[in-house]
């Protein structure tokens, strides 16, 4: 299993910056992408960005333009850069293999609030 440890979450506010961390007990480059996933409050849990073992990213529309996904694969670690950050990107951060594996092991997440 991943088991995924998220940090770097926090309270910030609209417009401000975050940069989240995310360390894998297994090599991150024995899966085909990394993710960065989120949940809101009442709603689903989303994919939000990706990166594929040929270092090509992916995000979400709602967050294009203004997050950053990038991954050191020597310290095994994912990171997501936050910036122009609004209140709609509340949540709990969360990331995974994409897809990820079945059953799917997550982490504790972090929290990433946003005031207006």
């Known amino acids: 299993q991943v088991q995924p440890v998220e940090s770097g979450g926090g309270l910030v506010q609209a417009g401000g910056s975050l940069r989240l961390s995310c360390t894998a007990s297994?090599?991150?480059?024995?899966?085909?992408?990394m993710g960065w996933y989120r949940q809101a409050p009442g709603k689903q849990r989303e994919l939000v960005a990706h990166?594929?073992?040929?270092?090509?990213?992916n995000y979400a529309d709602s967050v294009k333009g203004r997050f950053t996904i990038s991954r050191d694969s020597a310290k095994n670690t994912v990171y997501l850069q936050m910036d122009s950050l609004k209140p709609e990107d509340t949540a709990v951060y969360y990331c995974?293999?994409?897809?990820?594996?079945?059953?799917?092991?997550w982490g504790q997440g972090t929290q990433v609030t946003v005031s207006s």
């Open positions: 297994i090599r991150i480059v024995s899966f085909n992408a």
């Open positions: 990166i594929t073992f040929g270092g090509w990213a």
């Open positions: 995974n293999p994409v897809p990820t594996p079945t059953p799917p092991s």
